[in-house]
């Protein structure tokens, strides 16, 4: 009796091992997927490449100090510079969150129009940005980090009140800001933080004086420790069609 009561007691301490394992192997998949995925993250990439002067200038910029004010039209990298430069902070660990934000003044439909949260709304304008992160971390650990908050996603309808430290914080399109707006944005930012503030002052869509001219004057006119970096559509590497149409935009007075 003794040894059948032996063999039987192994038995369901065997049993119970397993279902503890799958369990923990359950509770633990969203870990393991985003081990996984930090794996992919972690990958051997190429270190971003300066395809001109003024790319060079933005990343001894970005690398020297907390805040940048990128400048320039379309085509020049001031967006994919800065979303890959906070990814690979973010994989390296060096920082704890990117936050990427807009003023939500569209060009074309109305933010109304599109279907969802805010935060469903605001996601198609902040595509180019999500795809240079998720080039770099790989689209699970982005949808992880996303998840979890490490990523956000912020409409400047729920800015108000918000604080970050030790964080990436990207304002792009920052041209279509109210001055009430850039102030909102520029006094919620906290400790240990890198700022970059994109925008092209030609293509404001605001009916009212652009918040980022304001924000310009002030640096030049206060000598403000904020690095200007300013691209001319000499400085575009999109594509040379993009080259193209911009220069011709330009010389129409368009």
Same mark, same amino acid.
């Given at each position: 009796?003794?040894?059948?009561?032996?063999?039987?007691?192994?038995?369901?301490?065997?049993?119970?091992?397993?279902?503890?394992?799958?369990a923990?192997?359950?509770?633990?998949?969203?870990?393991?997927?985003?081990?996984?995925?930090?794996?992919?993250?972690?990958?051997?990439?190429?270190?971003?490449?300066?395809?001109?002067?003024?790319?060079?200038?933005?990343?001894?910029?970005?690398?020297?100090?907390?805040?940048?004010?990128?400048?320039?039209?379309?085509?020049?990298?001031?967006?994919?510079i800065?979303?890959?430069?906070a990814?690979?902070?973010f994989?390296?660990?060096? $920082?704890?969150?990117?936050?990427?934000?807009? &003023?939500?003044?569209?060009?074309?439909?109305? @933010?109304?129009?599109?279907?969802?949260?805010? !935060?469903?709304?605001?996601?198609?304008?902040?595509?180019?940005v999500?795809?240079?992160i998720? !080039?770099?971390?790989?689209?699970?650990?982005?949808? $992880?980090?996303?998840?979890?908050?490490?990523?956000?996603?912020?409409?400047?309808?729920?800015?108000?009140?918000?604080?970050?430290?030790?964080?990436?914080?990207?304002?792009?399109?920052?041209q279509?800001?109210?001055?009430? !707006?850039?102030?909102?944005?520029?006094?919620?930012?906290?400790?240990?933080?890198?700022?970059? $503030?994109?925008?092209?002052?030609?293509?404001?869509?605001?009916?009212?004086?652009?918040? @980022?001219?304001?924000?310009?004057?002030?640096i030049?006119?206060?000598?403000?420790?904020? &690095?200007?970096?300013?691209?001319?559509?000499?400085? $575009?590497?999109?594509?040379?069609?993009?080259?193209?149409?911009?220069?011709?935009?330009?010389?129409?007075?368009?």
């Amino acid at each position: 009796m003794g040894k059948h009561f032996s063999n039987k007691h192994f038995n369901n301490k065997h049993f119970n091992k397993k279902r503890q394992r799958n369990a923990r192997e359950f509770e633990t998949a969203e870990i393991i997927e985003f081990q996984g995925s930090k794996f992919e993250a972690e990958r051997v990439l190429p270190q971003i490449k300066a395809l001109n002067p003024t790319q060079a200038a933005y990343l001894d910029a970005l690398r020297a100090g907390p805040q940048v004010i990128v400048l320039g039209p379309a085509g020049t990298g001031k967006t994919w510079i800065a979303a890959t430069y906070a990814a690979d902070l973010f994989r390296n660990r060096k $920082i704890d969150k990117i936050i990427l934000t807009r &003023p939500n003044v569209p060009c074309g439909r109305s @933010l109304g129009y599109f279907p969802g949260t805010l !935060e469903d709304k605001f996601a198609p304008w902040a595509a180019p940005v999500v795809e240079a992160i998720k !080039e770099r971390i790989g689209k699970a650990a982005y949808e $992880i980090a996303l998840k979890s908050g490490a990523i956000e996603l912020v409409p400047f309808e729920v800015m108000r009140g918000r604080s970050w430290k030790n964080a990436f914080v990207l304002f792009d399109e920052a041209q279509n800001s109210t001055l009430a !707006e850039i102030k909102t944005f520029l006094t919620r930012i906290g400790e240990d933080c890198t700022v970059v $503030i994109n925008g092209d002052v030609s293509q404001c869509d605001l009916t009212q004086a652009s918040g @980022l001219r304001a924000v310009i004057h002030l640096i030049k006119s206060q000598m403000l420790p904020v &690095p200007l970096i300013e691209f001319t559509r000499e400085d $575009i590497v999109r594509s040379g069609l993009c080259a193209m149409w911009v220069r011709a935009f330009d010389e129409a007075n368009l």
